[in-house]
């Protein structure tokens, strides 16, 4: 039985890790009698600038292995594959020109791409089991994302009683607390929540809890709201007596007025 072994390369910025991955895809290459093995290789990394570095690298060491003037240089990576593959200088020369001009004239089967195009790739092959049309597109916008969200749940006032009423209820809410009735922009704020994966722990929370729940929270809250802020006056009124009981004046006070 054929075992498949995973190697795990754990290294901080700066230390050779392209080099190191570079060197893994050309040992691959370089390693399997096809000129054409690269079409069965799929690197992917994490974004379009990674992708570009090492396509850049693996093409610059493959043209440079497939130089003439490899045997008189001293090239680390060659040394290195020459080691590792029991190949001779001459036979990875021989190798990488042919793999060169395949990957050259075949460059859209060589495949180093990044997770999320990756991710559309397999999408879009079965589309029609996830019920997606063939033709869909990826948004990447966060900010219209958000916005199309927003509005398809206000579209629904009128039409879902019990989300028509929280959104009665909050956009009330706003006019009392002399604010603008407008909650799209509220809405918008809440929902970059969802998209950053600092709270999805806190989110995912909340996924069990109903309506009547976030109704009791939301009396509980107001209720300690209103009860801190007849403290706040209570107190502020005390303090105001004291300082004419004990005939204080502003310029008693630092910057000459009443804290």
């Not at 001459?90 to 791409?113: P, Q």
Request: contains cysteine; glycine residues 2%; charged residues 25%.
């Amino acid at each position: 039985m054929q075992s498949h072994k995973f190697y795990i390369y754990d290294a901080s910025a700066g230390s050779g890790k392209t080099f190191t991955l570079t060197k893994s895809y050309l040992k691959i290459v370089l390693s399997n009698p096809s000129a054409d093995s690269f079409k069965h290789i799929l690197a992917i990394t994490f974004t379009n600038k990674a992708v570009g570095e090492m396509k850049e690298r693996i093409i610059e060491n493959l043209t440079l292995f497939a130089s003439p003037n490899i045997f008189s240089q001293s090239n680390d990576m060659f040394t290195a594959l020459c080691t590792e593959l029991s190949l001779s200088a001459n036979d990875l020369h021989l190798r990488s020109k042919v793999i060169i001009k395949t990957i050259l004239h075949n460059y859209a089967s060589f495949n180093v791409s990044t997770i999320d195009a990756f991710t559309h790739r397999v999408i879009r092959a079965f589309a029609h089991d996830l019920s997606l049309s063939q033709n869909f597109d990826v948004e990447l916008d966060q900010e219209k994302m958000i916005s199309e969200a927003v509005d398809k749940v206000i579209a629904k006032a009128g039409l879902d009683q019990e989300l028509t009423n929280v959104l009665v209820d909050f956009a009330v809410e706003k006019i009392d607390d002399d604010k603008s009735w407008d909650i799209t922009k509220d809405f918008n704020k809440i929902a970059k929540l969802i998209l950053n994966e600092n709270h999805i722990e806190h989110i995912l929370s909340l996924q069990d809890k109903s309506n009547e729940d976030f109704m009791f929270f939301k009396q509980t809250l107001n209720t300690e709201i209103q009860q801190l802020e007849a403290k706040l006056i209570s107190d502020a009124k005390k303090a105001l007596t004291l300082i004419e009981e004990c005939g204080l004046r502003d310029d008693n006070f630092s910057r000459k007025s009443v804290p």
